[in-house]
């Protein structure tokens, strides 16, 4: 698991697949190593950002103590390749080293690399996998992610006016001890719309709309969407609600960016700046429509689980 605010994603931006000593002698630039800890700019007392990724992290801590001497030997592979920002719970990843289990216990691997990891990444367990050819990416059976929202409820006068309140933004949400895997958002919502939301988009459709543009007509993307669900997870007892939310969504795949697309979806249509009408035109799967689908930002989304 994984949290992955400060970080560039889950996969290495490189190409080149050496370690890093063949890397530093052939003058190819490598990321900076990640401090143990979060760093903090002092101007903007915000979380600094680094150019490694997960992958990297993964790669050097486990090149310090397996006896691997290049990335090649480990041949690291992720379940999903979470984006720049995202977080993850239940990321899988696969590594060709079989050798590490003869004569050790599983926390004596686990504690071997979490000691050379940054403290916002762990590794969980480690299990001997007895499959041949096994790909944690296409044998992948379901994915499920998750989206944490908080937001004010929209709420009206008796002039059926919104409430002043409504309009305080993001800064009247948010709280110190608040986990990074949120995110605080700037408009009054009418959550009365999410059930109707998810559902309607729930199923079998063509989600081009919600694809990457970059992305959006390399494949196919009708697909199944099997479950979008939302769940209330708090809510403030006073005149306009702040109310914390968790989206579910479950299905065999996702194509690149369609679980924030989805969220920004959500709640471009429950701000009122969208219509209901428009699921239908977002599912058409053009270009033109695609243009109505804003993606949420990173800090919400997490990798819950991956089976098999």
């Known amino acids: 698991e994984y949290d992955g605010i400060r970080f560039s994603g889950f996969q290495r931006q490189t190409s080149?697949?050496?370690?890093?000593a063949t890397l530093a002698a052939a003058n190819v630039k490598q990321p900076a190593r990640p401090s143990k800890r979060r760093r903090f700019e002092e101007s903007t007392g915000k979380v600094m950002p680094t150019s490694s990724t997960i992958q990297d992290c993964l790669e050097r801590a486990l090149l310090g103590w397996t006896g691997s001497q290049t990335v090649d030997e480990l041949k690291l592979k992720g379940a999903g390749r979470t984006d720049k920002g995202v977080h993850a719970r239940g990321q899988i990843v696969v590594i060709q080293v079989p050798h590490l289990f003869e004569?050790?216990?599983e926390w004596e691997l686990c504690r071997a690399t979490n000691s050379r990891l940054p403290d916002d990444i762990v590794v969980l367990a480690f299990k001997l996998c007895e499959k041949d050819g096994f790909c944690p990416r296409k044998d992948v059976k379901l994915k499920q992610y998750s989206y944490?929202?908080?937001?004010?409820?929209k709420v009206m006068d008796a002039n059926e006016k919104v409430l002043p309140l409504c309009n305080g933004g993001m800064h009247t949400l948010r709280r110190a001890h608040e986990p990074s895997c949120i995110?605080?958002?700037?408009?009054?919502?009418?959550?009365?719309?999410?059930?109707?939301?998810?559902?309607?988009?729930?199923?079998?459709?063509?989600?081009?709309?919600?694809?990457?543009?970059?992305?959006?007509?390399?494949?196919?993307?009708?697909?199944?969407?099997?479950?979008f669900d939302v769940v209330t997870l708090q809510e403030s007892k006073e005149d306009v609600p702040v109310v914390t939310v968790k989206f579910v969504l479950e299905a065999e795949g996702?194509?690149?960016?369609?679980?924030?697309?989805?969220?920004?979806?959500?709640?471009?249509?429950?701000?009122?700046?969208?219509?209901?009408?428009?699921?239908?035109?977002?599912?058409?799967?053009?270009?033109?429509?695609?243009?109505?689908?804003?993606?949420?930002?990173?800090s919400g989304l997490c990798l819950e689980k991956v089976e098999y």
Do not use: Y
């Open 254 to 298: 996702f194509r690149r960016a369609m679980v924030r697309n989805l969220i920004g979806f959500v709640v471009d249509v429950s701000r009122g700046d969208l219509e209901m009408s428009h699921v239908d035109t977002v599912l058409s799967g053009t270009d033109e429509a695609s243009n109505l689908v804003n993606a949420s930002p990173a």
């Open 103 to 105: 004569g050790k216990e």
């Open 16 to 20: 080149n697949e050496s370690s890093a």
């Open 183 to 227: 995110w605080n958002c700037p408009w009054a919502l009418d959550d009365s719309m999410f059930i109707n939301l998810c559902k309607a988009l729930q199923g079998v459709h063509d989600f081009s709309c919600f694809v990457h543009k970059k992305e959006r007509r390399k494949r196919d993307n009708n697909m199944e969407l099997s479950n």
């Open 148 to 153: 944490t929202l908080k937001f004010r409820r």
